[in-house]
T-cell receptor, first 114, second 111 residues
Framework: ETGVTQTPRHLVMGMTNKKSLKCEQH?????MYWYKQSAKKPLELMFV???????ENNSVPSRFSPECPNSSHLFLHLHTLQPEDSALYLC?????????????FGEGSWLTVV | QKEVEQNSGPLSVPEGAIASLNCTYS??????FFWYRQYSGKSPELIMF????GDKEDGRFTAQLNKASQYVSLLIRDSQPSDSATYLC???????????FGKGTKLSVKP
């Protein structure tokens, strides 16, 4: 139990589907993150939210759409994905989006696009 | 492009030996340095963080930082088979000081 929970843990979707990944943190943190982890590539930061405001979007394609309704919940809406988007999507949180704050990861959502 | 470099391994050490994991980073302005452990099929979990030059010890783990050389390492003493995992080095960087990760070093501890 990490304090950051993600659902679903596994998702298989077609390229025309629309699905969402959900993340909830129980740590009282104010910053939340989406990372993508593909085979043989480093963890890639996708989005950052600090106090519900998006502060970073690392040139992520528009087929990925984040939503942060409050400091405890974060969603990643997926539509018209490509097979190369298959990866482990990790949600994380930290006290605030400040340099040096430790981030804590959820268990991840394994996404397969067919 | 700010980068964090790690030898992908696998690094194989016998049980009881010292495992030495190394990491270099390109952003001279990085202030905070983290080591995460990731078991196969699991998410990364924090092992240690270090902010100042020198050594920081926590149980069997020692993190070493040399900002002049832009180098950070993790030593694992008395390595156990349960230490077998991928170790991710992360440093702060970018406009917001967010973490930038290396690709990780796979460690295998043989009984």
């Amino acid at each position: 139990e990490t304090g950051v929970t993600q659902t679903p843990r596994h998702l298989v979707m077609g390229m025309t589907n629309k699905k969402s990944l959900k993340c909830e943190q129980h740590l009282g943190h104010n910053a939340m993150y989406w990372y993508k982890q593909s085979a043989k590539k480093p963890l890639e930061l996708m989005f950052v939210y600090n106090f519900k405001e998006q502060t970073e979007n690392n040139s992520v394609p528009s087929r990925f759409s984040p939503e942060c309704p409050n400091s405890s919940h974060l969603f990643l809406h997926l539509h018209t994905l490509q097979p190369e988007d298959s990866a482990l999507y990790l949600c994380a949180s930290s006290r605030e989006e400040l340099s040096g704050n430790t981030i804590y990861f959820g268990e991840g959502s394994w996404l397969t696009v067919v | 492009q700010k980068e964090v470099e790690q030898n992908s391994g696998p690094l194989s050490v016998p049980e009881g030996a010292i495992a030495s994991l190394n990491c270099t980073y390109s952003d001279r302005g990085s202030q905070s340095f983290f080591w995460y452990r990731q078991y196969s099929g699991k998410s990364p979990e924090l092992i240690m963080f270090i902010y100042s030059n020198g050594d920081k010890e926590d149980g069997r783990f020692t993190a070493q930082l040399n900002k002049a050389s832009q180098y950070v390492s993790l030593l694992i003493r008395d390595s156990q088979p349960s230490d077998s995992a991928t170790y991710l080095c992360a440093v702060t960087g970018g406009s917001q000081g967010n973490l930038i990760f290396g690709k990780g070093t796979k460690l295998s501890v043989k009984p």
